[in-house]
Every structure is written in structure tokens, then in C-alpha cells.
């Protein structure tokens, strides 16, 4: 789906310059003949908003590639969530849009593999979307978190520097920014800043970031 600023009835079939339809599969080998990414996050909107999930498609992505890294958000609440997903060898993103309590959130971590965990601290027009005990909390934080501005998914309004400085100071942890990336100038000021990563859809399905450019910011 295409995303826009997180207001997800919004949401409409992929557009892309990289592949005429929108099948997943056919998406991601697109994205990849682009460029040889590592690692792909995915959000299950369906899992996300408890209308059932896409697990025949991560499992048929999985069987044709092997080798990469996938970030699976799918809406997770509870431990028990996490049975039909463990067969993946999937690096879980937990979502703190879906977390009420600390507590929730505990429970969720107990049962993963510390370093195939990723905590999405989630970002609204409102502010942070989740319990502030775990926004307030960097102790409890994985290695890696994203940092997701989902009013700027799928806009030109650049990455959100000042939520992403706040956390990178604060957490000392890996952060990935998500929201609002437009071109290879952002992704030149998110690598001088020392972020770890981006996650990155509309400019590459739009062609405002080419693979020569990510060569560039990758070297």
C-alpha cells in the first residue's frame, strides 16, 4: 500500500516507477534489482488493524530470499501473537502505537531473540501514539529503534531531525528514521547526524532517489 501521513484509509495499491502493478512479490524484486538492500521492512496493515495478516506472502518472500533481513511490523499486543510468526526467521518489530502498558510491552520482549527485535516508538499529529512509560523509558529499549513520524510518511516533509537527535542522545541506541525521506540530501544529513539507517518507499517508487545515489550514501 501507499502510505500517507499514517491516515490509513487513505492508503491506496502501490504506484511505482519501479514495476507497473502492485504485487508484493513483483515490488520486491523490483526493489531489489534497483538496488542489493540488506534488510526490508514491511508493516502488515491488516495485522496492524486485526483484520488477519499476510503471512502466506512473508512466507512465500522468505522461501525466495533467504538471505534478507526482514522488519516485520504486524501489530503485535500479546505474546501469544508471535506463534505465527516464528518460522520466518523475521526480525520483529514491536509497534508502541498497540501497547497500552509497560507491562504489554515486558511480556512481548520476553519471549524474542534480543537481537532480532526492533521497538517502532510511534509518532502522530498528537505526539507520541502508545504508553509514555515505555516512550520515558530508554533502559527498556532493544538495540534498535525506529523512530517513526508517521505524519510524515509519504510526504515532502523531510525527516523529523529534532524527534531523531532527542533520540539518539538520549537512548544511545541504533535508531532508524522513518517518515519524510525525499532525496539523497536527506539521507546525506540523516548519515552526518548518525543514523543508523532509513527506511525509504515513496522516493524510490517515485524516483527521486536512484541507485547511484544510494551507492553514494552507502560508501
Known sequence: MRATRGERHLYRPIVSQLHPGSDPLAIVSALLKLYPFKSLYIAD???????GN??????ALRARYPALRILLDAGLQRSADLAQWRNLALDVVIGSER?????????????LDPSRTVLSLDF????????????????????????????RVGNQEGPDISLLQDLMMTS?????????????????????????????ASALHDGH???EQLALVNQ
Not at 45 to 51: F, K, N
Not at 54 to 59: N, Y
Not at 124 to 145: C, H, M, N, V, Y
Open 54 to 59: 499476510h503471512h502466506a506472502v512473508l512466507l
Open 124 to 151: 502522530g499529529k498528537t505526539g507520541f501514539l502508545g504508553s509514555q512509560e515505555i516512550r520515558t523509558d530508554p533502559s527498556a529499549w532493544p538495540a534498535r529503534i525506529i523512530a517513526m513520524t508517521l505524519s
Open 45 to 51: 496493515l491488516d495485522a496492524i488493524q486485526g483484520r
Open 172 to 200: 544511545k541506541r541504533q535508531v532508524i528514521a522513518a517518515g519524510g525521506v525525499r532525496h539523497l540530501q536527506d539521507l546525506q544529513v540523516l548519515k552526518a547526524l548518525g543514523a543508523s539507517g532509513a527506511l525509504i
Open 99 to 111: 501497547l497500552d502498558s509497560m507491562a504489554q510491552y515486558m511480556e512481548l520482549t520476553q519471549d
Open 209 to 211: 532517489i536512484t541507485a
